[in-house]
């Protein structure tokens, strides 16, 4: 199947600029309740209802999921955490966005001073990484979790939302994301033609398992958004997440089209010495030239509708025929 790989100007960015023209504050129809006290509204969280400001202005986010959300929302937090590579911000998200933010800690590894000296109104965050510091955050300000991260990226993107006072313009993003997807689908060929290419998400991991990742993830959701088809192997992935694979079992990564990085470096993670050797040549995906390296940040790190949209353009630049 012939390919072009092209840069597609980014239709779903354009979308979300428009629908954040009028961001100049907080709205309030995102709230799940109205506060007692003038000046706050109640968001439903997984730790319960929290009063949180209306428009909050302090923003601290403890995960990329949580950074992306107030970007893409036209918020710059006063405080984001690393990832457990080192590098501050995922380079996917726009510099100009990013200015003056400070440094609290490393994901699930954050410094409390750090996070008490910014003087935040609101934190944001989820269960499943700090639970265990959620009273300690709640002491310095209102923190709004959601349950888990990755898979249901779209659904935590609404509570941020709510918790920013943004849900009227989050609910713009939701659409015109939806109407980005649809415009992929048909430059790949129309729903038929993509639920019949499967595709093999491989990451391989520095210090770890390369890793085939399967639907209940954030990459996993978009591609099921498209509807593509996913190899056989991924439906034993525990929890829907990523199955394990040994350097070994690499031949297990087939399907029509593979896209794969690593987390880490590639000399340590098992890529360089995989890609190139007869186990990855023998790769159906790799005979037909349709195994692209992308980058982890984006595909993997980045967690949310401004990361989805440049992974929309990418797929579509690398793989609508020519």
Same mark, same amino acid.
């Given at each position: 199947?012939?390919?072009?790989?092209?840069?597609?100007?980014?239709?779903?960015?354009?979308?979300?600029?428009?629908?954040?023209?009028?961001?100049?504050?907080?709205?309030?129809?995102? +709230?799940? &309740?109205?506060?007692? !006290? $003038?000046?706050?509204?109640?968001?439903?969280?997984?730790?319960?209802?929290? @009063? *949180?400001? #209306?428009?909050?202005?302090?923003?601290?986010?403890?995960?990329?999921?949580?950074?992306?959300?107030?970007?893409?929302?036209?918020?710059?937090?006063?405080?984001?955490?690393?990832?457990?590579?080192?590098?501050?911000?995922?380079?996917?998200?726009?510099?100009?966005?990013?200015?003056?933010?400070?440094?609290?800690?490393?994901?699930?590894?954050?410094?409390?001073?750090?996070?008490?000296?910014?003087?935040?109104?609101?934190?944001?965050?989820?269960?499943?990484?700090?639970?265990?510091?959620?009273?300690?955050?709640?002491?310095?300000?209102?923190?709004?979790?959601?349950?888990?991260?990755?898979?249901?990226?779209?659904?935590?993107?609404?509570?941020?939302?709510? +918790?920013? &006072?943004?849900?009227? !313009? $989050?609910?713009?993003?939701?659409?015109?994301?939806?109407?980005?997807?649809? @415009? *992929?689908? #048909?430059?790949?060929?129309?729903?038929?033609?993509?639920?019949?290419?499967?595709?093999?998400?491989?990451?391989?991991?520095?210090?770890?398992?390369?890793?085939?990742?399967?639907?209940?993830?954030?990459?996993?959701?978009?591609?099921?958004?498209?509807?593509?088809?996913?190899?056989?192997?991924?439906?034993?992935?525990?929890?829907?997440?990523?199955?394990?694979?040994?350097?070994?079992?690499?031949?297990?990564?087939?399907?029509?089209?593979?896209?794969?990085?690593?987390?880490?470096?590639?000399?340590?993670?098992?890529?360089?010495?995989?890609?190139?050797?007869?186990?990855?040549?023998?790769?159906?995906?790799?005979?037909?030239?349709?195994?692209?390296?992308?980058?982890? &940040?984006?595909?993997?790190?980045?967690?949310?509708?401004?990361?989805?949209?440049?992974?929309?353009?990418?797929?579509?630049?690398?793989?609508?025929?020519?």
């Amino acid at each position: 199947m012939n390919r072009r790989h092209t840069t597609i100007p980014s239709a779903l960015a354009t979308a979300l600029a428009l629908a954040l023209t009028a961001c100049g504050g907080g709205s309030d129809d995102g +709230a799940g &309740g109205g506060g007692e !006290e $003038a000046g706050t509204r109640t968001v439903d969280s997984a730790m319960g209802p929290v @009063e *949180v400001p #209306e428009n909050p202005e302090r923003v601290v986010v403890l995960d990329t999921g949580e950074l992306d959300t107030a970007i893409t929302l036209g918020i710059t937090p006063v405080g984001a955490v690393q990832t457990d590579t080192g590098v501050m911000f995922p380079e996917y998200l726009p510099r100009e966005g990013l200015e003056g933010v400070e440094n609290v800690g490393a994901i699930a590894q954050h410094n409390l001073e750090a996070i008490h000296e910014l003087d935040p109104d609101l934190i944001i965050g989820s269960k499943v990484r700090d639970e265990q510091r959620y009273d300690e955050l709640s002491e310095i300000a209102p923190t709004v979790f959601t349950e888990h991260v990755g898979a249901p990226w779209r659904e935590n993107f609404l509570t941020h939302a709510d +918790a920013l &006072g943004r849900r009227a !313009e $989050a609910e713009d993003i939701v659409a015109a994301y939806e109407a980005r997807v649809a @415009e *992929v689908v #048909e430059a790949l060929g129309g729903e038929e033609a993509v639920a019949g290419t499967e595709v093999s998400m491989v990451r391989f991991i520095e210090g770890g398992n390369t890793r085939l990742y399967a639907d209940q993830s954030f990459i996993g959701r978009v591609l099921a958004d498209i509807g593509f088809a996913r190899p056989e192997i991924t439906a034993d992935a525990p929890d829907g997440f990523a199955v394990e694979i040994s350097p070994e079992q690499v031949d297990r990564a087939d399907g029509d089209v593979i896209f794969y990085t690593s987390y880490g470096a590639a000399d340590a993670s098992g890529e360089e010495e995989a890609v190139g050797g007869p186990l990855w040549d023998g790769l159906s995906a790799v005979r037909e030239g349709d195994a692209h390296r992308v980058d982890d &940040g984006l595909w993997f790190l980045g967690i949310g509708y401004t990361a989805a949209g440049q992974i929309l353009d990418e797929i579509e630049g690398t793989l609508a025929a020519g």
